[in-house]
């Protein structure tokens, strides 16, 4: 399976902000969208990803307060990106090694969507509902014992 099957079936509604957007803007926008991360792009390119991890850690070292901060301050401005032939097991792998939870899709410089670690999980755990019910349906089949041989009739 690969980054565009779960693409596909998830959808490609994208939420950005810019760099220099006020931070209690961007916090504001997650909290009403629902979403843990928004991606951040300046002049149509991918500079930055800013997740809820990053909002507390920004929040946390000012002091508790978010005051005039804007997003470039707490955005990963190195974010893990795939593409949409990357396979799932690759961007499983990488998403634990960097314990990333969000990662922009890219199709050379260009944002095609984000995928999160629910995204991954559900895609995995679809597959082995699928496969499960495939064995099961197979197994059902089988012959009720496997060393009778066919009898001809004379």
């Not at 209690?24 to 979403?35: F, G, N, P, Q, T």
């Not at 997003?71 to 792998?93: G, I, K, Q």
């Not at 991954?120 to 082995?128: F, G, L």
Request: aromatic content about 4%; proline content about 4%.
């Amino acid at each position: 399976m690969k980054v565009s099957d779960i693409l596909r079936v998830k959808g490609n509604t994208l939420y950005t902000v810019v760099p220099d957007s006020p931070l209690a803007r961007a916090i504001d926008i997650m909290a009403e969208k629902d979403i843990g991360s928004l991606v951040v792009m300046e002049h149509g390119e991918l500079v930055g990803m800013l997740t809820f991890r990053e909002v507390i850690q920004c929040i946390t070292h000012n002091g508790h307060a978010v005051g005039s901060m804007v997003v470039r301050t707490a955005m990963d401005d190195h974010p893990l990106t795939c593409t949409l032939e990357t396979e799932l097991d690759e961007v499983r792998r990488m998403m634990l090694e960097r314990h990333a939870r969000y990662m922009p899709v890219m199709d050379r410089r260009m944002l095609m969507g984000v995928i999160s670690l629910y995204d991954v999980a559900k895609a995995v755990v679809d597959s082995q509902n699928f496969e499960n019910r495939m064995l099961k349906a197979y197994i059902r089949d089988w012959p009720a014992s496997g060393d009778e041989q066919p009898t001809a009739s004379l």
